[in-house]
């Protein structure tokens, strides 16, 4: 079939760890007989250097046109102080909220390779499998009111969560729908206990709840949920949450996985006739300053980004599964970036990749 893919390498190991990611794309179009279609657009700190914003007109249109968007990161220490708009992440807030993909898939697992690679205790890992569900286009990323007003000791800044029952709706539907096809959990993660955002969010999810009657679900307040994430990782299926919560605990879930350089993730939105989910594939980590430009980032949360685009924006199964068993074979061989211990290159595990796929 034919894919038509975008990629927004974006800054600091994003060019390094999307170079990898396209390396199995191109090789996995390759073996299995697929037209690829790959255009590079620009997003983030490097789009500002070129363009002057964070989100070009001319990147919004590419990503309409394309069947799935695959991205790096985005993110720039000499931006750290821009205003808001001037920032290369506000150009990852517009695509997503272009694109509508309100459900961010971020899987946790911990695989038998890596288990020394993690601080925590072998035996709380085994059987690791975890999906965290994270509501993307909406709460306090978005809200309105928001800014900085005022001067002196009034001086304010305001953000505000906010979510309709709509909103809650369709990202609770997603998570069970899910379930159903896993261990049939959801664990529901809020703080209804003050917040009002919270409290419908729970009336809700109880409300979409007896559509899955399979499925059971529970609910954890966010705190609580940030404890047994460490403390008893293996209860946990399905993770839903909404977005703040989303970010700040799938980064504290990457330490099961024993780096946040193992997390993929999809976020996805519409529905197409065919069944292909509109989707913006990418890793969970960041630019990285600390570490871009040495060749040394690990790609296989990049990588796992393009297994999960394959199977839900193009619905080849096969192909992802090749790909994610590939990976396994290469964390099992020891083929290894810093981060996890070893001293492979970024390349190396890339080009490992596309050796164990054959
Ligand atoms: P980060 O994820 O970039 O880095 C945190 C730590 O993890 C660093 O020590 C880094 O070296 C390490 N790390 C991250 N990815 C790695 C990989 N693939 N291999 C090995 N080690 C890896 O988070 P940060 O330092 O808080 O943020 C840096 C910049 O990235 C900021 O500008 C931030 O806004 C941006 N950011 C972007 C995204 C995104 O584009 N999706 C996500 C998170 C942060
Ligand atoms: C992520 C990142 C982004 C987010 C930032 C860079 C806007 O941290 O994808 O996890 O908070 O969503
Ligand atoms: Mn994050």
Redesign the pocket.
Known sequence: MQLKVLALP?????TE?TAEGLRVLRHVAAKYGHELVLTEGLL?GIAIHKTGTPYPAETEKLALEADATV???????E??NAPPDKR??KG?LGIRKTLGVYANLRPVRAYEALLDSSPLKNHLLAGVDMIIVRELTGGLYYGTPRGITGEGEEERGTNTMTYTRGEIKRITRMAFNLAGKRKKKVTSVDKSNVLETSQLWRKVVVEVAPEFPAVKLEHMLVDNCAMQLVLKPAQFDIVLMENMFGDILS?EGSVIAG???MLPSASIGAQRASGAWVGLY??????????AGQG????L??IGSIAAMLEYSFGLVEEAAAVNAAMEAVLNAGVT???LKGNATTEQVGKAVCEAIG
């Open positions: 974006g800054d600091g190991i994003g760890v983030g991205m790096g990161a985005f993110g720039l220490p931006f750290d290369p992440e990852l980064d780096s946040i350089g990418e890793p969970v980590h960041g630019s990285a300053p600390d570490i040394i980032a690990n790609p949360g990049a970036t810093r981060d």
